[in-house]
């Protein structure tokens, strides 16, 4: 299979040819082509476009590799960020813990230092019920400590988990990038050249024609949506034609539409 820029979703596709299309209108107005130039040209685009296919072709999964890679280590990203958060907000708990046990203590020796200059057992009794009171507070931070503890080690693991899945994918992603790029670098004149091609055939295509041309390239799984006719049949799909509509196709006086897959038809000269 070629690489996601060649399967690009159809109104994608359609939008991107619709704009070529605009813009050759503007650059073909006051020239008048006959249908059987503007027909040649846009065979010439779709021998063309198909090379262009046949080398991204040679990237074969590389482009959705490395999308898919790129986006787990997006979601790895947000997953360690998420745990880091949990991790500091468990830290911030620990410290608050620690910090009113500490006062709780320092609020025990201040009540038993008052403990030694009671005038009656009634204020004795309220200064106990206080030490009592912080004691408590004192035990319940103290399990909560024992808590943030257990969790911040489940999820230091977790993160450990996350970052080690990330680094090994980060490894995947250069190494995909890296091959990706290789093969760009090898292509970039051809395809700069080939593009240069197309652009200008399709000076030479109305924009209903290269509308039409750019609809059903995108409906069709191979990309072909001008073939010719070989052995008396469709390009395309291997569908008989009749003769007469062979002669049609051969005075090239307008656009003859393949009945069964609905491929623009042409006469290929090379084919006598």
Request: net charge negative; with cysteine; glycine share 4%.
């Amino acid at each position: 299979m070629g690489g996601r820029e060649q399967f690009q979703p159809k109104t994608t596709k359609h939008r991107i040819y619709k704009t070529m299309a605009t813009t050759n209108k503007k650059a073909t107005e006051g020239v008048d082509y006959t249908m059987q130039e503007r027909i040649k040209a846009l065979y010439e685009l779709q021998k063309i476009d198909s090379r262009i296919d046949e080398i991204n072709k040679i990237k074969g999964e590389l482009p959705m590799e490395v999308a898919d890679l790129e986006d787990e280590v997006a979601g790895l990203q947000t997953r360690i960020a998420h745990i880091q958060s949990e991790i500091d907000e468990i830290t911030a708990l620990t410290r608050q813990a620690k910090e009113e046990i500490e006062q709780s203590k320092m609020q025990i020796a201040k009540y038993e230092e008052q403990q030694q200059n009671v005038r009656n057992n009634r204020e004795f009794d309220a200064i106990s019920k206080e030490i009592e009171y912080q004691q408590l507070e004192v035990q319940l931070s103290e399990k909560h400590l024992k808590e943030y503890s257990v969790a911040m080690k489940a999820k230091k693991q977790k993160l450990e988990e996350a970052e080690a899945v990330k680094a090994d994918r980060m490894i995947d992603l250069n190494n995909k990038r890296t091959e990706l790029e290789g093969i760009d670098a090898e292509t970039a004149k051809d395809v700069e050249a080939l593009q240069a091609q197309a652009d200008k055939a399709r000076l030479v295509i109305d924009e209903r024609l290269l509308t039409a041309y750019g609809r059903i390239r995108s409906n069709v799984r191979n990309g072909l949506a001008v073939v010719p006719v070989k052995r008396d049949a469709c390009g395309g799909c291997f569908n008989r034609i009749p003769p007469q509509r062979q002669s049609e196709i051969r005075q090239g006086k307008r656009i003859i539409i393949c009945e069964y897959c609905g491929r623009i038809l042409v006469h290929d000269d090379s084919e006598e």
